[in-house]
């Protein structure tokens, strides 16, 4: 019997939703000219992601060294800053509302593979982070996962599961403990 067999995978056509030229050509202003500004260059960020498709709303607050996997599966509100060593591997849609605060080493995951067949094929689901959310330190958010509105996810939480608008949410799996207010 085997698991995978990973001679069996292959990337669906259209899956990254750019021409593999236009990927490699981010991937190589995001190491250089994106992630080499200084901090105080929020505007220079916001019009790089925006030239490869993003969403950027205004006031957005987005760290240089944060990685964007494919800007143009990307949506950000107004008002929302996006922290130091944040991941956002985003193989399918993220889309984050306003007057988010994102923290630092946050990971937003929208891709995976399907573990259960041999040809261990990816896949991708949306992540939504609702407005006036804050993701403290080191959590992770999986594919598919809805944050509510005004939702706090507490230091180094992993969030497999949709959370609830307005509460604290902590753990592994996070899980509300009480009313944000």
Same mark, same amino acid.
């Given at each position: 019997?085997? +698991?995978?067999?990973?001679?069996?995978?292959?990337?669906?056509?259209?899956?990254?939703?750019?021409?593999?030229?236009?990927?490699?050509?981010?991937?190589? %202003?995001?190491?250089?000219?994106?992630?080499?500004? #200084?901090?105080?260059?929020?505007?220079?960020?916001?019009?790089?992601?925006?030239?490869?498709?993003?969403?950027?709303?205004?006031? &957005?607050?987005?760290?240089?060294?944060?990685? &964007?996997?494919? #800007?143009?599966?990307?949506?950000?509100?107004?008002?929302?800053?996006?922290?130091?060593?944040?991941?956002?591997?985003?193989?399918? *849609? %993220?889309?984050?509302?306003?007057?988010?605060? %994102?923290?630092?080493? &946050? +990971?937003?995951?929208?891709?995976?593979?399907? +573990?259960?067949? !041999?040809?261990?094929?990816?896949?991708?689901? !949306?992540?939504?982070?609702?407005? !006036?959310?804050?993701?403290?330190?080191?959590?992770?958010?999986? /594919?598919?996962?809805?944050? @509510?509105?005004?939702?706090?996810?507490?230091?180094?939480?992993? &969030?497999?599961?949709?959370? /609830?608008? @307005? *509460?604290?949410?902590?753990?592994? #799996?996070?899980?509300?403990?009480?009313?944000? %207010?």
């Amino acid at each position: 019997m085997s +698991y995978q067999d990973l001679s069996k995978f292959s990337v669906p056509a259209h899956f990254r939703g750019r021409s593999k030229i236009v990927v490699q050509l981010w991937w190589m %202003i995001q190491s250089s000219a994106f992630s080499w500004s #200084p901090q105080v260059l929020y505007g220079w960020r916001r019009f790089l992601l925006r030239c490869f498709g993003a969403k950027i709303g205004k006031n &957005v607050l987005i760290r240089s060294t944060v990685k &964007v996997t494919y #800007p143009w599966n990307l949506s950000v509100g107004d008002n929302t800053w996006i922290g130091d060593d944040t991941v956002l591997y985003n193989l399918g *849609k %993220i889309s984050i509302g306003q007057n988010v605060a %994102i923290a630092h080493k &946050v +990971y937003l995951n929208t891709g995976g593979h399907d +573990y259960k067949v !041999e040809s261990f094929p990816i896949f991708s689901e !949306e992540v939504v982070i609702e407005d !006036e959310c804050w993701i403290t330190n080191d959590v992770y958010v999986a /594919p598919g996962v809805r944050i @509510g509105r005004g939702c706090v996810l507490g230091a180094r939480s992993t &969030v497999l599961q949709n959370m /609830p608008s @307005g *509460k604290v949410c902590v753990g592994t #799996p996070a899980r509300p403990i009480k009313d944000r %207010i």
